[in-house]
Every structure is written in C-alpha cells, then in structure tokens.
C-alpha cells in the first residue's frame, strides 16, 4: 500500500541528546514537510522539500536539522539546541495538488 | 506572515446536533484552503476549496469559502460520536512552493451519545 511510514511511533531522550526521526514514503511525491503539533498550536512547519538535496527551513527550524538524499526519505534530527523538543512530530508529503498526506506520527518525550 | 485562526478552539454537543467550524485567514497570494480531520495521529484530507460560493460536500459534511471575507466554514450535520476529533484548516500560497501549508490552531470536537 501506498503511504508514509514515520518511525519511532514513541521516543524518549535525555536532554542534551541528538534524536532522528525517520520518514519514508512510496507515493512518489516531490516535496516532503515536517510538523510539529503542540496542544493547542495547531501544526507549525519545522523543514520542507520540494526536490532531492534541497530544503528549505520553515517557521520554526531552530534547533532541527534534515536531509534529502533521497526522494522517498526525509529524516529530521532534533538536536540538542532544541529547548521544547518534547511534542507530536508529523512528517507529510504532496504532490502538485498541494494536498498533503500524512504519516501517523512521531511522539517524543524529553526526560 | 501568513496566519490562520479557528473558532471555537473547542465545541462539545450531543449526538444529532449540527456543527459550524470556522476559519478564518489572511494569506499572501492565496491559493487554496484545505479542513483536515484528526482522529488519533495522522491527519485526513476533508475538503480542498479554491473557489468562493462553491460548496463541497460529503455526506454530513459541507465546507464553503469566502475569498471577500477571507473565511472558511465546516458545518457537519446530525452529528455521531464518530466525529470527535481535531478538526483543523490551512491555507495554501502561491509562488513555487506548493504544497506548503499554514495550519490554524484546530478546534477540538466532542460528540457526546
């Protein structure tokens, strides 16, 4: 079946710990997004990329890194210059429809 | 900057009740306004409107736009306890960068039997 698979679904890190979350995804989209959901915030776009190796920071990268050495795969790092890394992680894909499909999610706790 | 705002940020009800969810936004260079539905973790894809006036349907559920007013309604009818969720709106710009969305901050709904 055709979709995106994000991995961990949980993740627990210390502070000061680099984490990366895994995005892959077989609908053959161009461009690839990260969100963050926090209660109440809605989704704010963290990383986006429309095209292999190149990406673009989106309203709040501060603190995140990621890679696009493949078209199917979009890891983000959440580094330990992150000051609130504990939130929902959700990684999405689209193509020029603009429509965006999601992944079912990555939870991380900063312990 | 882009900027979405929804309203009410939470709505509980009966069963059987009809629904209004708004959205509304202010956008550079519009280009489509998108309600999404989240149950547990991924978001669902509801509704994609570009054009003001024209409804869009499916089943109890309706959305329309309104470009003038910059405002988006989600009205959801007889409701069931199925339809508890975090229903959320974006919007969409122009330019090269399709695809990239401004969420609102969504508005928790809760249908009670």
């Known amino acids: 079946d055709g979709g995106i698979t994000q991995s961990p679904k949980y993740l627990f890190r210390k502070e000061g710990q680099n984490v990366t979350l895994s995005c892959e995804q077989n609908?053959?989209?161009?461009?690839m997004y990260w969100y963050r959901q926090d209660p109440g915030q809605g989704l704010r776009l963290i990383y986006y990329?429309?095209?292999?190796?190149?990406?673009q920071k989106g309203d709040i990268a501060e603190g995140y890194s990621v890679s696009r050495e493949k078209k199917e795969s979009f890891p983000l790092t959440v580094t330990s210059a992150q000051k609130n890394p504990t939130a929902f992680y959700l990684c999405?894909?689209?193509?020029?429809?603009?429509?965006?499909?999601f992944g079912e999610g990555s939870r991380l706790t900063v312990l | 900057e882009d900027k979405v705002v929804q309203s009410p940020l939470s709505l509980v009800v009966h069963e059987g009740d009809t629904v209004t969810l708004n959205c509304s936004y202010e956008v550079t260079n519009f280009r489509s306004l998108l309600w999404y539905k989240q149950e547990k973790k991924a978001p669902t894809f509801l509704f994609m409107l570009?054009?003001?006036?024209i409804e869009k349907k499916s089943g109890r559920l309706s959305s329309i736009l309104d470009k003038k007013e910059l405002f988006s309604i989600l009205n959801i009818t007889a409701t069931q306890t199925g339809d508890s969720a975090i229903y959320l709106c974006?919007?969409?710009?122009?330019?090269?960068?399709?695809?990239?969305?401004?969420f609102g901050q969504g508005t928790i709904l809760t249908v009670h039997p």
């Open positions: 990329s429309q095209i292999v190796n190149d990406f």
């Open positions: 609908l053959n989209h161009d461009a």
């Open positions: 999405a894909s689209s193509s020029s429809t603009g429509e965006l499909f």
């Open positions: 974006a919007v969409e710009a122009g330019g090269t960068s399709y695809g990239k969305l401004t």
């Open positions: 570009t054009s003001s006036g």
